[in-house]
C-alpha cells in the first residue's frame, strides 16, 4: 500500500507566492510517490474571516489554486474540511484527550496572547475558541485520514507535533494503534519565502505577492518590494537581498549566476533587480493563472470537483472514527 501524504490550506485571503512554494509545490511533488489528499481548511479560516462573501470565493480560490497548479483530481482527493462532517466528530473525541496546558503553548495562540499584553488589552481578547482549539481540528484532520507525511511550512511543525502527542497519548490509552502518527515534512530550502518586507510572506503581515494578479499589478507589487538605501553604483550582496531570495525560487542556475554577478558589480540598481524579478515571476506564473482564470469561469464544474472529492474522502474519514468509537466503548 502507498503512504498517505496530507495537508490543508486556510482559505482567508489571496493565495500567495508564499502558499505555492510553501505549501501546494511541495505538497504536488509528494503527490507523485504517495495517495494524497489535499483540502481547503474552511472551518479553520472561520475564526477569522466573518464575512461569507469572502469566505466563499477564498474557497473557491484555494480549490482553483489546487487544480491551475497541476493537482489532478482523478488521483488526489481534493475537498471542503467542511464537508467531512467526521472531522468534528473526531476533533470532539481528541479533545478528551488533550491538555489544555498543550494549547496553552501553541505558538499562534500565544502570540495573540502577548500582544493583547502588549497593548494594555485583556489577555483574552479578540481569542476566540476556534484560535484556542485550532491544532486539535488540525490534529484531526491529518488524522482522521491516516496521514503518514504532512507537507507544511516551518511555522506549522508544532502543530504537527501536537498532532503526534495527541495521537500517541490515545494509542498508549488503549494500549494498540488506534491512530496513525503522522510526520511533517518540512522543504528545508522553500520553507521560508521573504515578503515585501523581508518579514516571511504572510497574510497577517500584509507582505505578500498574490498568485493570481493581472500582469501590470503584479509587477507594481514587485516594485513596492523594500529595499536599503544603497545607490545604483555601489556593489551589492545578493545573499542579503529578498529580492534575490525570490528571484532564486524562479530563475534557472545560470540566470541566479548573472544576476548575482550584475549584484557584485555593482552599476545595478534596485528597479533593475526588480524589473528582473518581475520577469522570471511573470514567466512561471503566467501560464498557472490562465488555467486558474478557465477553471474560475465555470465555478459549477469547480464545486463538483470538490462535491466528488468529499464522497471519495468521507467513508475513509468514517472508518477511521468508527475505528476510535469503537476502542472508546462508546459504539455498543
Ligand atoms: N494550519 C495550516 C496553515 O495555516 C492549515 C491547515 C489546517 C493544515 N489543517 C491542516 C495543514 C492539516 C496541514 C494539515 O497553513
Not at 493565495?15 to 504536488?28: R, S, T, V
Not at 476556534?130 to 507525511?149: C, H, N, W
Not at 525570490?246 to 526588480?274: H, I
Not at 501560464?287 to 477553471?295: G, L, S, T
Request: hydrophobic share 40%; charged share 25%.
Amino acid at each position: 500500500m502507498k503512504k498517505i501524504s496530507l495537508t490543508g490550506i486556510k482559505p482567508t485571503g489571496d493565495l500567495h507566492i508564499g502558499n505555492y512554494f510553501g505549501a501546494i509545490k511541495p505538497a504536488l511533488e509528494l503527490a507523485k510517490e504517495y495517495d494524497a489528499r489535499y483540502f481547503i481548511a474552511d472551518y479553520h479560516a472561520l475564526n477569522t474571516v466573518k464575512d461569507p462573501k469572502e469566505l466563499n470565493s477564498a474557497i473557491r480560490q484555494v480549490a482553483a489554486g489546487w487544480l491551475a497548479s497541476g493537482l489532478d483530481p482523478d488521483k488526489v482527493i481534493l475537498y471542503r474540511q467542511s464537508s467531512i462532517p467526521e472531522v468534528f466528530e473526531l476533533t470532539t473525541m481528541l479533545m478528551a484527550f488533550t491538555s489544555k496546558g498543550l494549547m496553552n503553548r501553541a505558538h499562534a495562540y500565544k502570540a495573540a496572547v502577548q500582544a493583547n499584553n502588549e497593548s494594555g488589552h485583556d489577555p483574552d481578547a479578540g481569542i476566540n475558541m476556534g484560535l484556542f482549539t485550532y491544532p486539535v481540528l488540525m490534529a484531526a484532520d491529518i488524522i482522521i485520514f491516516d496521514s503518514d507525511v504532512v507537507p507544511v511550512g516551518k511555522d506549522q511543525v508544532q502543530h504537527i507535533e501536537m498532532a503526534q502527542d495527541i495521537a500517541q497519548s490515545i494509542n498508549a490509552n488503549y494500549g494498540k494503534e488506534i491512530l496513525k502518527v503522522p510526520q511533517a515534512v518540512v522543504q528545508e530550502n522553500v520553507a521560508v519565502v521573504p515578503g515585501l518586507d523581508g518579514r516571511k510572506m504572510s497574510k497577517s503581515y500584509n507582505n505578500v505577492i498574490p498568485l493570481f494578479l493581472p500582469e501590470k499589478q503584479l509587477r507594481k507589487t514587485i516594485m513596492r518590494i523594500v529595499t536599503n538605501s544603497q545607490s545604483v553604483e555601489e556593489p551589492k550582496d545578493p545573499s542579503v537581498c529578498q529580492i534575490f531570495q525570490l528571484y532564486k525560487l524562479f530563475a534557472e542556475t545560470s540566470e541566479q549566476d548573472a544576476l548575482a554577478s550584475r549584484y557584485q558589480a555593482g552599476g545595478m540598481g534596485w528597479g533593475e533587480a526588480k524589473e528582473e524579478l518581475f520577469h522570471v515571476v511573470n514567466r512561471c506564473i503566467a501560464p498557472v493563472k490562465e488555467r486558474y482564470d478557465a477553471i474560475m469561469a465555470d465555478i459549477p464544474s469547480l464545486d463538483k470537483i470538490l462535491e466528488e472529492g468529499a464522497g471519495k474522502a468521507r467513508p475513509i474519514a468514517a472508518a477511521t472514527v468508527r475505528r476510535f468509537r469503537k476502542a472508546a466503548g462508546v459504539d455498543l
